[in-house]
C-alpha cells in the first residue's frame, strides 16, 4: 500500500482555477483599470480602448467584477502588473482615455491661433488634480487636434 499523506496534505483541496487567465494579460488589467478609473465607464472603455484582444462588454464587466472581488484574480493579477516593465507601464498609461473633465478644460483652448507646446504645459500646470498623472503637453496637443479636427472646441461652430 502506498505510504500515508500527512494529516494537512489530505485536508487541503485544490483551489478552483481562475477562468480567463490566458486572455487577460497584465498589460490588458492594467489598461482596464486606469481606464475605468479615468472614465468610470465600463461602456466607454469598451468602446474606447484597444486591449491585446478583443473583449466584449460583458467580458470585460466580469473581468473587473474579478479585479475588484475575486482575491485569486486580484492577486494573481497584481503580481503580474508589478512585473511590467516601467516603459510598458509608460505605454500604458499613454494609451489611457481622456476623462470629460480633461475634454472640457481642452475644448476652453481656442482654435486660432493654433497653441503652441507651452499653452499646454500651461493647462496641466494649472489643473494638475484634473489631468491624469502620465499625461504630456504632447499628449493634450494631439488630443486637442482631434477635438479640433471634429470641431467639438467651444469657439467652432
Not at 23 to 44: F, G, H
Not at 86 to 108: G, W, Y
Request: aromatic share 8%; hydrophobic share 40%.
Amino acid at each position: 500500500p502506498p505510504p500515508a499523506l500527512p494529516k494537512r496534505l489530505k485536508k487541503s483541496k485544490p483551489s478552483p482555477a481562475p477562468r480567463d487567465l490566458g486572455r487577460w494579460k497584465p498589460a490588458d488589467d492594467l489598461l482596464l483599470i486606469n481606464a475605468v478609473l479615468q472614465t468610470n465607464d465600463l461602456t466607454s472603455v469598451h468602446l474606447g480602448v484597444k486591449f491585446s484582444c478583443r473583449f466584449t462588454l460583458r467580458e470585460i464587466q466580469e473581468r473587473w467584477y474579478s479585479l475588484l472581488y475575486d482575491p485569486v484574480i486580484c492577486k494573481l493579477s497584481c503580481q503580474a502588473m508589478r512585473q511590467l516593465h516601467p516603459e510598458a507601464v509608460a505605454a500604458i498609461q499613454s494609451k489611457v482615455l481622456f476623462s470629460k473633465a480633461e475634454e472640457q478644460l481642452l475644448t476652453r483652448v481656442p482654435s486660432s491661433p493654433v497653441p503652441s507646446l507651452d499653452t499646454f504645459q500651461e493647462l496641466l500646470q494649472r489643473h494638475p488634480a484634473v489631468f491624469y498623472p502620465a499625461r504630456t503637453p504632447k499628449a493634450l496637443q494631439l488630443h486637442w487636434q482631434l477635438l479640433r479636427q471634429y470641431h467639438l472646441l467651444q469657439d467652432q461652430t
